[in-house]
């Protein structure tokens, strides 16, 4: 149970980086496009809900094998995902430079 918890901190702190990046490209970098701000930080919030929520609802509790494998893939989705954030985070910080 303690490694649940640890896992959901974890997703929190990182998800909650990412908002705190994108706010301040969107308040602090000037011509940053508001609304693809905004749209980011709905899909990084909304991202940090549906993975806490698959965290908490295990798939196979009583099966090691597949507790395992949920998990792996559950880790696997949560770096693509702040991959993808990340990348578009980089994508607002160029609109700026251009």
């Known amino acids: 149970m303690a490694s649940r918890k640890n896992f959901k901190k974890a997703i929190a702190s990182v998800m909650g980086e990412l908002f705190v990046e994108a706010m301040v490209c969107k308040m602090y970098m000037p011509g940053v496009d508001g609304e693809k701000a905004d749209a980011l930080m709905s ?5 940090q ?3 806490i929520t698959r965290v908490s609802h295990t798939d196979g509790k009583d099966n090691r094998a ?3 494998k949920y998990y792996k893939e559950l880790r696997a989705d949560l770096e693509k995902e702040v991959e993808a954030v990340m990348a578009e985070i980089g994508e607002l910080s160029k609109t700026k430079e251009a």
């Open 49 to 51: 809900a549906d993975l």
């Open 43 to 47: 899909r990084i919030l909304d991202s």
């Open 66 to 68: 597949l507790v395992r």
